[in-house]
């Protein structure tokens, strides 16, 4: 079994880069191959490849080539996790960074642990994924008018990025804002940094940003209008950490509730 991260276009289901893929090694490289990538497919290719910060990137590589005893006979991604979903979607979701055996693992946001197994569980049940589960990059999964980020795009060792490693990373998710905006409709935010980092993500993609910015609570929703007549909805959502899904402060029927009204924004939008 091969361990470490997986080279770039070397046959991984669903990876978006090649050998090719021109790879971010600081933050100034960070907003230049950002800003100019020409379409969704290639910034989601140049996310994946991303080394632009060295504490995350020893960090995901040394999980991926020590990795967890239940997972020691497959290989783990190791790479960065890029945007993922419907390329034009209505709703947008976005949590605060991979998981270490989860999309550090798989390849996928959200794939490979319990938040995913909550979370799209949920997504099925409100027709925006077309099964239950989502267990590994090729398994047939796919995101019905939605769309799945992280603002830091890699494993932060404890799930604590650094201030400087979110500055750093916020130019692929601007650039992202920026490409999918015409269709979105709604965002929900899982949990509070989430919350907290988009403000500004959405700030330089041109919304205006109520001042002061609107706390973060499960339910809490705030309308950003839109020149072209167009209003977005931000929702929050406690994230279903598991953690949080144990201990029952988020439950099955409250992503429902929160899943349920994002559906029911873009259907009247």
Not at 57 to 64: C, D, L, N, P, T
Not at 256 to 261: E, G, K
Request: net charge positive.
């Amino acid at each position: 079994m091969v361990t470490g991260p997986v080279a770039p276009g070397t046959g991984w289901p669903e990876d978006p880069a090649s050998q090719d893929t021109p790879v971010a090694r600081d933050a100034s490289e960070v907003r230049e191959l950002a800003a100019k990538a020409p379409s969704l497919a290639e910034l989601t290719a140049r996310q994946s490849v991303c080394s632009a910060c060295p504490r995350l990137v020893a960090w995901r590589e040394k999980v991926a080539t020590d990795r967890r005893k239940s997972f020691r006979d497959e290989q783990y991604w190791g790479r960065p996790i890029a945007g993922w979903g419907d390329p034009a979607p209505s709703i947008l979701i976005v949590g605060l960074a991979p998981a270490a055996h989860g999309g550090n693992r798989t390849g996928r946001v959200f794939t490979g642990d319990r938040s995913g197994d909550f979370l799209f569980a949920s997504l099925y049940r409100n027709g925006l994924a077309s099964q239950p589960t989502s267990v590994s990059a090729g398994d047939g999964q796919r995101l019905l008018g939605a769309r799945v980020v992280a603002v830091v795009r890699c494993a932060p060792p404890d799930n604590r990025p650094t201030p400087e490693e979110r500055d750093t990373c916020e130019p692929w998710l601007t650039a992202e804002l920026h490409m999918i905006g015409s269709s979105m409709r709604v965002i929900v935010c899982l949990g509070g940094f989430a919350w907290q980092a988009l403000w500004r993500v959405l700030e330089r993609t041109g919304y205006p940003v109520p001042r002061p910015r609107p706390a973060f609570a499960h339910g809490v929703e705030v309308e950003l209008p839109r020149a072209n007549g167009t209003n977005i909805r931000l929702i929050g959502c406690y994230h279903p950490s598991q953690q949080n899904t144990f201990t029952g402060r988020v439950t099955a029927d409250m992503l429902d509730t929160i899943f349920t009204r994002a559906r029911s924004i873009v259907s009247t939008a």
